[in-house]
């Protein structure tokens, strides 16, 4: 009962972060469960089998609170699914030892990427409700992060989020929305990647269960939470223990001796501090000269 709650409580404070920030989730509870010792294949396994219904829960909330398009849903969801079962497939032949470090690799980039995207050069502000992309941008985007997401544990929000802010031309909420959406498809393909290729023998209903009931108790709050928050400053928090959790698993697996593990430590906790510092201060700044700073929430009353 005591892994149920604590599974429960990892899979809501990512879906929190994910359905605020339209990313994470897979980063955040994949890089805890690397931390609890589940093997990367089972950890990444357990997640996308747990967000098929987080995501159709967060879906559903935001698709209530006004944020999805559904052209996009489908012009990314669907070859982001086919890179899913891709990178599920080629996650599942690797062995414990050697996919261990390659995730949390794969991992720590996208939190450094996060980190810095949110301190330094928040996503623009955009308030079109319908996104102009075709399928000539959206395909490839979302076949590479489907395949990122499902070998790397996580990575569907880091690489389509970022993208779509960045273009400018999408408003936020719909952005995140949208992405969470999509990510249904993402999880059902790269669920069925893994237990073709792992069998269901390996997975442990209660990481499963404890990160469903968690992420689906999350999911109505976080889509509310979208409209609320300031990006930055949030996103900048999450890099930062995406970037430490994962350094710890490269750490062992290069055998640093003590005091480079602890020079390392201090690095990163510097340079995330000194982000955060950043963030905060380009935000309260923006207050204060009445400017909108990019990634800040919009309303989202319905139009």
Do not use: C
């Amino acid at each position: 009962m005591r892994t149920l709650i604590v599974f429960a409580l990892v899979g809501f404070a990512a879906q929190m972060v994910d359905g605020a920030l339209g990313m994470a989730y897979g980063v955040t509870s994949t890089s805890l469960l690397l931390v609890a010792g589940i093997n990367p294949a089972t950890a990444s396994a357990s997640v996308h089998l747990a967000e098929v219904g987080t995501t159709l829960a967060s879906g559903a909330a935001h698709w209530r609170f006004g944020n999805v398009d559904w052209k996009l849903v489908l012009k990314l969801g669907v070859p982001g699914a086919v890179g899913a079962f891709l990178g599920a497939t080629a996650l599942s032949a690797l062995s414990t030892d050697a996919a261990a470090p390659y995730m949390s690799g794969i991992l720590l980039a996208l939190g450094v990427y996060i980190l810095l995207r949110f301190a330094i050069r928040p996503p623009k502000v955009a308030t079109a409700r319908k996104s102009p992309h075709g399928a000539r941008f959206l395909s490839p985007l979302g076949l590479v992060a489907g395949f990122v997401d499902a070998s790397g544990g996580g990575g569907w929000g880091p690489v389509s989020t970022p993208a779509l802010l960045g273009a400018g031309r999408t408003a936020p909420r719909t952005v995140v929305g949208s992405v969470d959406t999509s990510e249904f498809l993402v999880a059902v393909a790269a669920s069925l990647g893994f237990l073709i290729g792992l069998g269901h023998e390996v997975l442990d209903p209660y990481t499963i269960g404890g990160l469903l009931i968690g992420g689906v108790l999350a999911a109505p709050l976080a889509a509310w939470l979208v409209t609320k928050i300031p990006a930055p400053v949030l996103g900048t928090a999450v890099g930062g223990i995406i970037v430490l959790t994962n350094a710890r698993t490269i750490l062992r697996a290069l055998e640093a001796g003590t005091a480079a593990t602890v020079a390392t430590y201090v690095v990163i906790v510097a340079a995330w501090a000194a982000a955060i510092s950043v963030a905060v201060t380009r935000l309260r700044r923006s207050r204060t000269d009445g400017t909108a700073l990019p990634g800040e929430p919009v309303s989202a009353g319905r139009d």
